[in-house]
């Protein structure tokens, strides 16, 4: 699987940006999707997945209610909506894609077989 993210950006505190992850190379609805962040001097963490159906999401505590994922599957795309962006979401984001077919969409990295190369998000204060 190759994994494309774009989307990135510099935003203002307040603002919205939507990531996009352009998936090629298996068929899409094999594999659930998510996507993690780093920030500079810190460890790679989850953000939100989504079920290969979109039928079931999944957020971590600090961007729930601001972060929607979605997935089109006609498209092969999966999207993170970011709104009211804080300075502390700056980061790269990656998308990642888990082929064990969990029921529920996973947090943990080591579940992800294959990542993006990242897109970089500034929130400016």
């Known amino acids: 699987v190759q994994l494309v993210e774009s989307g990135g950006g510099l935003v203002q505190a307040g603002g919205s940006l939507r990531l996009s992850c352009a998936a090629s190379?298996?068929?899409?609805?094999?594999?659930?999707s998510a996507w993690f962040r780093q920030a500079p001097g810190k460890e790679r963490d989850f953000v939100a997945a989504?079920?290969?159906?979109?039928?079931?999401?999944n957020y971590a505590g600090s961007v729930k209610g601001r972060f929607t994922i979605s997935r089109d599957n006609t498209k092969n795309t999966v999207y993170l909506q970011m709104n009211s962006l804080k300075p502390e979401d700056t980061a790269v984001y990656y998308c990642?894609?888990?082929?064990?077919?969990?029921?529920?969409?996973?947090?943990?990295?080591?579940?992800?077989?294959?990542w993006g190369q990242g897109t970089q998000v500034t929130v400016s204060s």
């Open positions: 990642a894609a888990d082929f064990g077919r969990a029921y529920y969409p996973r947090s943990f990295q080591g579940d992800y077989e294959a």
């Open positions: 190379g298996r068929p899409f609805t094999t594999y659930s």
């Open positions: 989504i079920s290969w159906s979109g039928s079931t999401t």
